[in-house]
């Protein structure tokens, strides 16, 4: 495998579980059982009404395109092979919001549109650490 | 109206000697130049300061190459816009009698800095990925690993929200609207790095950086200092020039990375406008010359918006037909705003140094006419913080 430079997740004690599951290809949120919130990013204590009483569900890994921005100029030398490339933000069913990179998709604003149904897909990084990435829901052909 | 507005004033402002691309000086001369000029403007001197403030560089270093030992210290950094919030504070503290003469102190070599890692406002290492800095940020974890790093990019992505919601073509005419009328002011400041017209299709031919963005929605990157003093205003009576008085201040912010913004079309200078105006008893009708932190054409355009110029999803209609430019009826950015003049990377400080000279009658060829209350709001971070300011000549 060729020299990785891009930045590389460090899991932390309230994301251990997060990355290990992705490791999995299995997309784990975190849930306030006071006020029902699903929030990423994970933390112990809710963000939304500050409870203690939080758990980890399953996402089904299927949401829609929230926003994005498509990059020509590299923000850094280890993405200039990359350009150009998406940065998106999904809303996951359940209404938390991630991060991402949205793959396997004409990079064009014409071809990419918010509000577009996507999915999540792994991309296997290290030994360690799999980054949930997504791309369009896939239409079976009839 | 609040019995503090008023209470203090600004009676010293100052840039550093040279601005732009500045390679033979260091942030800290940047800073030092600019806090002497502020200084001599208000007639004042070191000993005289008893409260320091700055962002992002330790007050400690600052006080120690500047030779100060302050009384009242406040390092609170929450980006470009946190000189604005250094006022607000130092209008507690010189109520409070904790200080009297409060030094705001800012220089930046964004453009020519020697240090190798770029670490940027937000603490994201730009130089090598390997000197980042503490993991537990979390854009470390969860933006950076995607590529999704940075103001311009981070500020695009909130853009295309708003493009989805408003309509892509309304929002880019005002976005032009914006580039363009602030390079036409940029050309009346002899200080501004940008000294050639713009016109639309110079904005719309620009290169992309990130979609949607054209190289001409994103600010300069330049090596300035800028320094503000303010005062009480029974103090400010007996100085050299009239003060300009705090009318009214604001802070809040929402998020620190992009990904957690709540609302991408939605700025915190939708309550700091309304606190701020409050405290100062003015309405819009009021203000005469506006000055919005314009990191990028979009955060222009959003503030007006946020601050209650304009409707939600109205400013392309606000901003056209040049109203912003020289000659219009809306005055917004006379210096050449972050986009043309200058951007050390926290451009904040240059807002209020404009408002104050601008108020002070001081702004030759770009002068607004009968320049009585200013509006100026501070941006800082990704679209996080915002300080707002509201300030006047009136005694």
Redesign the interface.
């Known amino acids: 495998m060729a020299e990785y430079y891009k930045p590389i997740p460090v899991p932390q004690p309230e994301s251990e579980y997060y990355w290990k599951m992705a490791k999995d290809e299995e997309l784990w949120l975190r849930h306030c059982n006071s006020c029902e919130k699903i929030y990423f990013y994970p933390r112990d204590i809710c963000p939304g009404c500050y409870s203690r009483d939080t758990n980890w569900v399953r996402s089904t890994g299927k949401g829609i395109l929230h926003t994005f921005s498509i990059v020509y100029r590299a923000p850094h030398p280890a993405f200039k092979d990359d350009v150009p490339y998406v940065v998106a933000l999904v809303e996951l069913e359940g209404g938390a919001r991630i991060p991402t990179n949205l793959i396997e998709v004409e990079v064009t604003p014409e071809k990419i549109k918010v509000g577009m149904p996507v999915e999540v897909v792994f991309d296997r990084l290290t030994e360690d650490i799999t980054l949930p990435k997504f791309r369009p829901v896939q239409v079976s052909p009839l | 109206m609040s019995k503090i507005s008023g209470t203090v004033a600004i009676v010293g402002v100052g840039e550093s000697d040279e601005m732009g691309v500045v390679p033979g000086k260091s942030a800290l001369q940047h800073h030092a130049e600019a806090a002497y000029n502020a200084l001599e403007d208000a007639g004042l001197t070191k000993d005289d300061v008893d409260g320091l403030f700055t962002a992002r560089y330790s007050p400690l270093t600052t006080a120690e190459y500047m030779g100060i030992r302050p009384k009242y210290s406040d390092g609170t950094w929450i980006g470009g816009g946190s000189f604005e919030g250094h006022v607000f504070h130092a209008m507690a503290a010189i109520n409070a009698g904790f200080c009297e003469v409060a030094l705001i102190t800012h220089g930046q070599s964004g453009r020519s800095s020697r240090i190798p890692a770029l670490i940027d406002d937000q603490g994201f290492a730009?130089g090598t990925?390997s000197d980042?800095p503490d993991?537990?940020q979390?854009p470390?974890?969860?933006?950076?690993?995607?590529?999704?790093?940075?103001p311009?990019?981070s500020y695009?992505?909130?853009c295309?929200?708003y493009m989805?919601e408003f309509g892509e073509e309304r929002t880019r005419s005002a976005l032009a609207e914006i580039a363009v009328s602030t390079r036409k002011w940029a050309l009346k400041n002899e200080k501004a790095l940008m000294k050639k017209p713009m016109s639309f299709d110079d904005y719309h031919n620009s290169?992309?950086?990130?979609?949607?963005?054209h190289l001409l929605d994103c600010c300069l990157v330049t090596d300035a200092g800028g320094a503000v003093v303010v005062t009480s205003t029974d103090r400010a009576r007996d100085l050299k020039k009239s003060p300009i008085r705090v009318l009214g201040a604001a802070e809040s912010h929402y998020h620190g990375m992009?990904?957690q913004m709540p609302d991408?079309t939605t700025l915190a200078a939708k309550e700091t406008g309304k606190r701020a105006m409050n405290m100062a008893g003015v309405s819009h009708d009021d203000i005469d010359l506006t000055m919005v932190y314009d990191a990028f054409t979009y955060s222009a355009m959003l503030s007006l918006e946020d601050l209650g110029f304009c409707g939600k999803g109205e400013a392309p209609d606000f901003l056209q037909d040049q109203r912003t430019a020289p000659g219009g009826d809306f005055p917004l950015n006379t210096n050449g705003g972050g986009l043309s003049y200058t951007h050390t990377g926290m451009y904040g400080i240059f807002l209020m140094i404009e408002a104050v000279r601008q108020l002070r009658g001081e702004c030759g060829e770009r002068q607004v006419d009968n320049c009585q209350i200013s509006l100026v709001n501070g941006l800082g971070g990704i679209m996080s913080s915002a300080n707002t300011l509201v300030l006047g000549n009136h005694e």
């Open positions: 730009h990925v980042s993991p537990n979390p470390l974890q969860y933006e950076q690993p995607y590529g999704l790093i940075g311009p990019i695009a992505f909130a295309t929200r989805h290169r992309w950086i990130a979609w949607p963005f992009i990904s991408y």
